[in-house]
């Protein structure tokens, strides 16, 4: 008998465990309660698109002391090496054309070789300047006696701002003044559904107007920028800005900007922005300007 109720008390033990394991998934099987996130946390961000509009130098810059002597240098070289220019193939002997070319190759050795070259080889000095005065007579017929334009404009001496021509071997960059007296660059919102490139276009013709050919260079922003936060004027938190920036250049034309966001407007260079932008927004903007 003993036997037969241990066989039996074994055969009740796997439904007891059963039970237990029952248990046990039903109990796991219960969703979990996760804390909600707090309010600040979905608040979107404000998506902003900024312009910097580049005019391109229009002159080349001036040498510096170290390039024009590599430049002299390299002039010595070339005429101590090249083969002569077989000028009486192409200028018939003793015409005007012949002296011409005979002064200024002269000028060019002064200038590569010093002002003593050549002294030696000159004609009698009545000679020197009939040919001379027969030079320029002849240049002046042909229009060679024009000056060139100076490399100063006018609006860089009166300091007109709004001129495309000032500072014609720098980079300028457009700035626009607020109604509130701060400089940025053409800046807006970004719409909902709207790519950024396409809302950075927009922008730029609501502030600046359509009086300007411009060409926006890639899609891709070069950079952004992230304001410092105001202070709330309500307990309701507010959205984080961000505002991405897009270079552009100006091919023609001028700007026009809107009176009723825009106070006033200026083409300048990057040392002259650091003078009229707000210290934190130079430090955003600083890197993305050309120095030159």
Same mark, same amino acid.
């Given at each position: 008998m003993?036997s037969r109720?241990f066989?039996?008390?074994?055969?009740?033990?796997?439904s007891?465990?059963?039970?237990?394991?029952?248990?046990?998934?039903?109990?796991?099987s219960?969703?979990?309660?996760?804390?909600?996130p707090?309010?600040?946390?979905?608040?979107?961000?404000k998506?902003?698109?900024?312009?910097?509009?580049n005019?391109?130098?229009?002159?080349?810059?001036t040498p510096?002391?170290?390039?024009?002597a590599?430049?002299?240098?390299q002039?010595?070289?070339?005429?101590?090496?090249f083969?002569?220019?077989?000028?009486?193939?192409?200028?018939?002997?003793?015409?005007?054309l012949?002296?011409?070319f005979?002064?200024?190759?002269?000028?060019?050795?002064?200038?590569?070789?010093?002002?003593e070259?050549?002294v030696?080889?000159?004609?009698?000095?009545?000679?020197?300047a009939?040919?001379?005065?027969?030079?320029?007579?002849?240049?002046?017929q042909?229009?060679?006696s024009?000056?060139?334009?100076?490399r100063i404009?006018?609006?860089d001496?009166?300091?007109?701002?709004k001129?495309l021509?000032?500072?014609?071997?720098?980079n300028?960059?457009?700035?626009?003044?607020?109604?509130?007296?701060?400089?940025?660059?053409?800046?807006?919102?970004v719409?909902k559904?709207?790519?950024?490139?396409?809302a950075?276009?927009?922008d730029?013709?609501?502030?600046?107007?359509?009086?300007?050919d411009?060409?926006?260079v890639?899609?891709?922003?070069i950079?952004?920028?992230?304001?410092?936060k105001?202070?709330?004027?309500s307990?309701? $938190?507010? =959205? @984080?800005? !961000?505002a991405? %920036?897009?270079?552009?250049?100006?091919?023609?034309?001028?700007? #026009? $900007?809107? =009176? @009723?966001? !825009?106070?006033? %407007?200026a083409?300048?260079?990057?040392?002259?922005?650091?003078? #009229?932008v707000?210290?934190?927004?130079?430090?955003?903007?600083?890197?993305?300007?050309?120095?030159?």
């Amino acid at each position: 008998m003993s036997s037969r109720n241990f066989i039996s008390l074994c055969r009740r033990k796997p439904s007891v465990f059963s039970r237990a394991f029952a248990t046990v998934t039903e109990s796991s099987s219960t969703p979990t309660q996760y804390p909600i996130p707090p309010q600040n946390a979905r608040v979107k961000p404000k998506l902003l698109t900024s312009i910097i509009l580049n005019r391109a130098p229009i002159l080349t810059p001036t040498p510096t002391p170290f390039e024009r002597a590599y430049y002299a240098y390299q002039a010595r070289l070339r005429r101590a090496l090249f083969n002569p220019f077989p000028y009486d193939f192409y200028f018939k002997q003793g015409s005007i054309l012949e002296h011409r070319f005979t002064l200024e190759e002269r000028k060019r050795e002064r200038i590569a070789f010093g002002r003593e070259f050549g002294v030696a080889d000159e004609l009698d000095k009545e000679k020197a300047a009939a040919n001379k005065a027969a030079v320029e007579q002849l240049a002046e017929q042909e229009g060679e006696s024009e000056e060139m334009m100076p490399r100063i404009h006018p609006s860089d001496d009166a300091r007109d701002y709004k001129s495309l021509d000032r500072k014609g071997k720098r980079n300028l960059y457009l700035l626009l003044q607020e109604n509130e007296g701060i400089w940025r660059f053409p800046e807006g919102i970004v719409k909902k559904g709207e790519l950024l490139h396409q809302a950075a276009q927009r922008d730029l013709l609501a502030e600046c107007g359509e009086y300007m050919d411009t060409w926006i260079v890639s899609r891709n922003p070069i950079g952004h920028y992230r304001p410092p936060k105001k202070a709330p004027s309500s307990s309701k $938190p507010q =959205p @984080e800005e !961000v505002a991405f %920036f897009y270079k552009a250049h100006i091919m023609a034309g001028q700007a #026009r $900007p809107n =009176p @009723e966001t !825009v106070k006033d %407007f200026a083409w300048l260079t990057k040392q002259e922005i650091e003078s #009229r932008v707000p210290e934190y927004y130079w430090h955003g903007i600083k890197d993305m300007l050309s120095e030159h």
